[in-house]
């Protein structure tokens, strides 16, 4: 397991699936310019993503090598479809940078705290479920990816206390700039140490 160096810092979105926390993150993450760390998935890419962008889009076999030798710092099932995060694009990531984030489910967030205690930050993104069945419907969503996002709805948003800091994304601008206003506090505190 890479071992974090002081001023290392994770930054860790989680909260319920169609939220908003892949766009919120990407949209600090580059006000901010932090890196974020891809997941692996065996899902089939859906025709807005892009491999390399959203996800790496591995099969079942290549995730079945990569965990048997051991490259995922941690790996779920969510649904039959396997997610991980491996170790090496971690470091990677750390190389330019003293700050990451990662977009996890709770059972993945969970995971990180144990493994890196304070040096990762949970930021919990949520919206009512009618708010989210609203744009998701704007969207023109398949009712099938619908009922795999409220599958998880109460056991996401029970999650949420053991989170430092919970952003309701009402407005998508407020969202970001409130959630930038705090990471930005990490980072300076980072900064001010450096002087
Ligand atoms: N624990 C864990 N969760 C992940 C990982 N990658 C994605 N997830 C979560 O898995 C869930 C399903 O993700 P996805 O297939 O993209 O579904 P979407 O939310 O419908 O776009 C979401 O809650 C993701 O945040 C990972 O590497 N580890
Ligand atoms: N504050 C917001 N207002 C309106 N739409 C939003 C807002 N935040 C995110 N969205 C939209 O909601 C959809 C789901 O967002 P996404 O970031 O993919 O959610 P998650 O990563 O939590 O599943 C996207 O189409 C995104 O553009």
Do not use: W
């Given at each position: 397991?890479?071992?974090?160096?002081?001023?290392?810092m994770?930054f860790?979105f989680?909260?319920?699936?169609?939220?908003?926390?892949?766009?919120?993150a990407?949209?600090v993450g580059?006000t901010l310019?932090i890196?974020?760390?891809?997941?692996?998935?065996?899902?089939?890419?859906?025709?807005?993503?892009?491999?390399?962008?959203?996800?790496?889009?591995?099969?079942?076999?290549?995730?079945?090598?990569?965990?048997?030798?051991?490259?995922?710092?941690?790996?779920?099932?969510?649904?039959?479809?396997?997610?991980?995060?491996?170790?090496?694009?971690?470091?990677?990531?750390?190389?330019?940078?003293?700050f990451?984030y990662?977009?996890?489910?709770?059972?993945?967030?969970?995971?990180?705290?144990?493994?890196?205690?304070?040096?990762?930050t949970?930021l919990?993104?949520?919206?009512?479920?009618?708010?989210?069945?609203?744009?998701?419907?704007?969207?023109?969503?398949?009712?099938?990816?619908?009922?795999?996002?409220?599958?998880?709805?109460?056991?996401?948003?029970?999650?949420?206390?053991?989170?430092?800091h919970?952003?309701?994304?009402?407005?998508?601008?407020?969202?970001v700039?409130a959630v930038t206003n705090v990471l930005e506090q990490y980072m300076s505190r980072?900064?001010?140490?450096?002087?």
């Open positions: 397991m890479y071992q974090l160096k002081e001023k290392e994770i860790v989680t909260g319920p699936d169609g939220s908003g926390r892949k766009t919120v990407d949209m580059s310019g890196n974020k760390v891809l997941s692996y998935t065996t899902r089939a890419k859906r025709p807005a993503e892009t491999d390399g962008q959203d996800y790496h889009f591995i099969s079942e076999d290549e995730f079945k090598r990569a965990l048997a030798n051991d490259e995922f710092i941690e790996a779920v099932e969510i649904d039959g479809v396997h997610y991980g995060i491996k170790d090496k694009d971690i470091e990677e990531m750390f190389r330019d940078n003293d990451i990662l977009i996890l489910n709770a059972e993945g967030a969970r995971m990180l705290k144990q493994r890196y205690g304070e040096k990762v949970r919990f993104i949520y919206v009512d479920r009618d708010i989210i069945i609203e744009r998701q419907k704007e969207l023109g969503v398949s009712d099938e990816v619908l009922d795999q996002h409220f599958k998880h709805y109460d056991e996401d948003m029970a999650y949420m206390p053991e989170c430092k919970a952003f309701e994304n009402m407005d998508l601008a407020h969202t700039f980072d900064l001010l140490e450096k002087d």
